[in-house]
T-cell receptor, first 110, second 115 residues
């Protein structure tokens, strides 16, 4: 089925290091959402980006929507062990809805 | 707690069998979505219902079917089960549908193991 690539697939960081995951689409997006899934848990909505070039912050998390609305990034500053999990983007291209990215699994080493 | 409930939490069955997974959306949410997540895999969208009507279809096999009842709960029926159907099945709900901007609230999932 339709998939949206996220890179990297896995990331191990030392606690306190920064982390970034990227979501790339070949088509222009209407909007993009980000979700986090803790190990053994269910996806939890984090944020939605709609406007070109939009940047939103949630404490140590910074979300960005590309100017061309074809890519997005999630950056975590000074990771903590509570940041462990898989981060999914969920882009909406209008044609394909409810397609989730392949996910980036983050492990934080204390 | 998202407010979305799913039963059962775990299900073990044999190949060729049929099972029904149940989902109750958050109070007030009219839209229900079903997703399949295989081991170490991403989320595969199966199907969406809005206020009792099928709204969108994803990669749902013909052996699978779903419906949403007047009280808005939904059931996902999986038949002629195969080993490859073993996965975590999530239900999500949202208040609205169709805009693509709706926030989805996920339930805890049903873990299906087909032996």
């Amino acid at each position: 089925g339709q998939q949206v690539m996220q890179i990297p697939q896995y990331q191990h960081v030392q606690e306190g290091e920064d982390f970034t995951t990227y979501c790339n689409s070949s088509t222009t997006l209407s909007n993009i959402q980000w979700y986090k899934q803790r190990p053994g848990g269910h996806p939890v909505f984090l944020i939605q980006l709609v406007k070109s070039g939009e940047v939103k912050k949630q404490k140590r998390l910074t979300f960005q929507f590309g100017e061309a609305k074809k890519n997005s990034s999630l950056h975590i500053t000074a990771t903590q062990t509570t940041d462990v999990g898989t981060y999914f983007c969920a882009p909406d291209s209008g044609t394909y809805k409810y397609i989730f990215g392949t996910g980036t699994r983050l492990k934080v080493l204390a | 707690d998202s407010g979305v409930t799913q039963t059962p939490k775990h299900l073990i069955t044999a190949t060729g069998q049929r099972v029904t997974l149940r989902c109750s959306p958050r109070s007030g949410d009219l839209s229900v979505y079903w997703y399949q997540q295989s081991l170490d895999q991403g989320l595969q969208f199966l199907i969406q219902y809005y206020n009792g009507e099928e709204r969108a279809k994803g990669n749902i096999l013909e052996r699978f079917s779903a419906q949403q009842f007047p009280d808005l709960h939904s059931e996902l029926n999986l038949s002629s089960l195969e080993l490859g159907d073993s996965a975590l099945y999530f239900c999500a709900s949202s208040e609205i549908a169709g805009s693509g901007e709706e926030t989805q609230y996920f339930g805890p999932g049903t873990r299906l193991l087909v032996l």
